[in-house]
């Protein structure tokens, strides 16, 4: 479905027109937020990617030199909102040693798994998820994390194991 920009109405609302803004917010509201749903990692961040997005368009509109560009304009910014949100989880930068990713792969397919796997691990109990972070994703020892979490290391172990089993089945889309 693509939406036909109403230039007459991006051209109120870069001048500051309030009831032009809201207009096309409204109407590109369940656009950005189909477009979101696709890169976001969870339906917290969805939600957050899109009220970000339209705040700062809100406040922004009035730096768009074009109106045809309005469209692109505002999927760049939710696009940005979804990146910074994925990154906000510890380290999500460095999933890589996961050791899932293939570096010669196709990106598309990288960031698709990327964010499935955060989104996996945003569905851990707590207990498991800070484990199997600490563990093989900041690389800290079993001792390193049952002092910091004051658990035993058999109590570290059990949940490392427990909550390594449930991301597999989480992502066993993605076994070959």
């Given at each position: 479905m693509r939406t036909v920009i109403n230039q007459a109405l991006v051209e109120k609302?870069?001048?500051g027109d309030t009831e032009?803004?809201?207009a096309l917010l409204l109407q590109y509201a369940p656009l950005i937020t189909k477009f979101a749903q696709k890169h976001c990692a969870t339906p917290e961040d969805v939600e957050d990617a899109v009220q970000e997005t339209l705040w700062v368009a809100s406040?922004?509109?009035g730096t768009l030199?074009?109106?045809?560009?309005f469209g692109s304009w505002l999927f760049k910014i939710v696009?940005?909102?979804c990146s910074r949100l994925l990154h906000l989880y510890p380290n999500a930068e460095s999933l890589d040693t996961l050791a899932l990713c293939d570096p010669n792969g196709d990106p598309a397919t990288e960031i698709s798994l990327r964010q499935d796997v955060v989104r996996a691990l945003a569905?851990?109990?707590l207990h498991h998820r800070q484990v199997i972070i600490m563990r093989d994703i900041e690389g800290l020892s079993a001792v390193e994390v049952a002092e910091m979490l004051g658990l035993t290391i058999p109590a570290v172990k059990s949940r490392l194991h427990h909550g390594r089993n449930s991301l597999r089945q989480m992502?066993?889309?993605?076994?070959?």
């Open positions: 609302a870069v001048q032009a803004i809201e406040q922004k509109i030199r074009v109106a045809a560009a696009k940005h909102h569905q851990l109990p992502l066993d889309q993605w076994s070959d």
